[in-house]
């Protein structure tokens, strides 16, 4: 009897068991992204980021400011990047002096409307909505595209 056989069977029941033990993470994709932007209930700018950060999809309703496709942008960054909803941070951020210097990091807007995207406990993004009346509407905005797609905004 050969020893081949078992020799080549061992090595891909090795290769399956190495590459089972590589970190598996869920994915935003476009086609996720372009769900999220059309379950927002709202007239705004809307920006969904992936899990590094990356934009996916950014999308500005008609008649609103050219200013807010960048704070969306920016509110779904500062969601990912602290892995809290916005407003919730600017509250935090407000009511402790020592973190009264994150309104000078340049990508962070401590302003309501950023949610980060988590399935199950996996990080997989962050919505951000300006525009759509305040932030807590803003906010309201984005956790209802979340809840549609059934992502939740905290672990």
């Known amino acids: ?28 994709d476009l086609a996720s992204a372009r769900r999220l932007v059309d379950a927002a209930p709202c007239q705004a700018a809307v920006s969904v980021l992936d899990r590094g950060g990356n934009p996916i999809l950014a999308q500005r309703a008609d008649g609103v400011g050219p200013h807010n496709a960048d704070a969306a942008r920016r509110k779904a960054y500062t969601a990912l990047s602290t892995r809290t909803p916005t407003r919730l941070f600017a509250e935090r951020a407000r009511t402790n002096p020592e973190a009264s210097n ?23 993004g962050a919505v951000g909505v300006a525009g ?9 905005c984005a956790t209802a595209a979340a809840t549609a797609l059934g992502l939740t905004i905290h672990p």
């Open 102 to 124: 994150l309104n000078t990091l340049a990508e962070l807007l401590l302003l309501g409307g950023g949610v980060p995207l988590f399935e199950g406990t996996q990080l997989v």
């Open 132 to 140: 759509a009346g305040g932030a807590q509407q803003d906010e309201q």
């Open 1 to 28: 009897m050969s020893l081949k056989p078992l020799l080549v069977c061992a090595a891909l029941l090795a290769a399956t068991q190495a590459h089972a033990a590589l970190p598996q993470h869920p994915e935003l």
